[in-house]
């Protein structure tokens, strides 16, 4: 696959909210611009309907940037909207997770005893407004998990990252309908690994999650 061409951060003008977060998630952009594909989506999101976007790129060439500028954008603009961002495996996961740490105010930062590098919660800092995050996977077994699940930091957070399994499994249930009430986002990493029989319940996850939220007007 070729190298993608970048493009100078002034051409693509994103509002200064974004821009704020652009600059702090790769602060490289500032010199060096976004490929193009970031670009496009970078573009897109000046308008005055936040788009449903699709990217199919490389591996490694930068699709991250892409969907966390458009959940931003999403936080941003309305500062009571919620928004889930899905993995296949814990391990992207938690690499997620590390990205929006290193982010992330210190003060805010979530983290237990003896789980060295790994942070559950924190707040994020864009323009004006404060975005809290909060990871979110299965309380069996895991006295970590289920304390944070009872804390202030993840109820308050207006973004969680999970695996695709525990919004299926966990997100239409009645104490997670103040979450799933605002929900104005949601984002499938890794898209093209659910296929067959997998993507069959995938897609049958997302027409739950509509019916769902129907349901609560």
């Not at 909060?134 to 999970?162: N, Q």
Request: hydrophobic letters at 45%; a positive charge.
């Amino acid at each position: 696959t070729p190298v993608p061409s970048l493009v100078p951060l002034r051409e693509v003008a994103p509002r200064p909210a974004l821009e704020d977060f652009l600059t702090a998630y790769e602060p490289q952009v500032t010199a060096s611009g976004l490929y193009v594909h970031q670009a496009t989506v970078v573009a897109a999101l000046k308008k005055r309907d936040i788009p449903n976007i699709v990217m199919t790129t490389a591996t490694g060439s930068g699709k991250s940037l892409g969907f966390w500028a458009w959940a931003f954008e999403i936080l941003v603009r309305d500062v009571k909207s919620t928004v889930i961002a899905t993995f296949p495996t814990q391990a992207l996961l938690w690499g997620q997770a590390k990205r929006l740490a290193n982010m992330s105010r210190h003060e805010s930062l979530v983290e237990f005893k003896g789980l060295d590098g790994a942070c559950f919660a924190g707040t994020i800092k864009v323009a004006n407004t404060t975005v809290p995050w909060s990871v979110w996977y299965g309380t069996t077994g895991c006295d970590y998990m289920k304390a944070h699940e009872k804390s202030d930091p993840f109820t308050r957070a207006r973004l969680r990252i999970c695996t695709l399994d525990k919004l299926h499994w966990s997100l239409m249930l009645p104490r997670h309908e103040y979450f799933l009430r605002r929900l104005s986002g949601v984002i499938l990493d890794e898209a093209h690994s659910w296929y067959g029989l997998s993507g069959a319940n995938v897609r049958a996850m997302i027409d739950r999650l509509r019916l769902s939220m129907d349901v609560l007007r």
